[in-house]
């Protein structure tokens, strides 16, 4: 059984920084792409980041790039989501995301193409 579990999120001021973390179990990790999505209060869930099975590319939304970074350690199992310069719109249930498909792109904006979720971790910017 996949398990995905977030973890990192918390209250910071606007500029400031987080990094989140996602441990996966339950497969072999290295032969999944893995993302992250959020949904803020009374919005839909939207694609932040993904990250192709083997690290090589990632891709974000317009509106975190050159602020947000992904990355991912097959060793240990973990994708990270590094969030800097965070601004209150940032705000929102972060959840990490992985495929049933192997060796997927990670590229995918829509959560339909995401199979396996985690439960989900609180950031909240104030301003």
């Known amino acids: 059984q996949v398990q995905l579990v977030e973890s990192g999120g918390g209250l910071v001021q606007a500029g400031g920084s987080l990094r989140l973390s996602c441990a996966a179990s339950?497969?072999?990790?290295?032969?999944?792409?893995m993302g992250w999505f959020r949904q803020g209060p009374g919005k839909e869930r939207e694609f932040v980041a993904g990250?192709?099975?083997?690290?090589?590319?990632?891709y974000y939304t317009d509106s975190v790039k050159g602020r947000f970074a992904i990355s991912r350690d097959n060793a240990k199992n973990t994708v990270w989501l590094q969030m800097s310069s965070l601004k209150p719109e940032d705000t929102a249930v972060y959840y990490c995301?992985?495929?049933?498909?192997?060796?997927?792109?990670?590229?995918?904006?829509?959560?339909?193409?995401?199979?396996?979720w985690g439960q989900g971790t609180q950031v909240t910017v104030s301003s």
């Open positions: 990250i192709s099975w083997d690290g090589g590319n990632t």
């Open positions: 995301a992985s495929t049933e498909v192997s060796y997927a792109s990670g590229s995918s904006y829509y959560s339909s193409d995401w199979d396996y």
């Open positions: 339950g497969r072999t990790f290295n032969k999944y792409a």
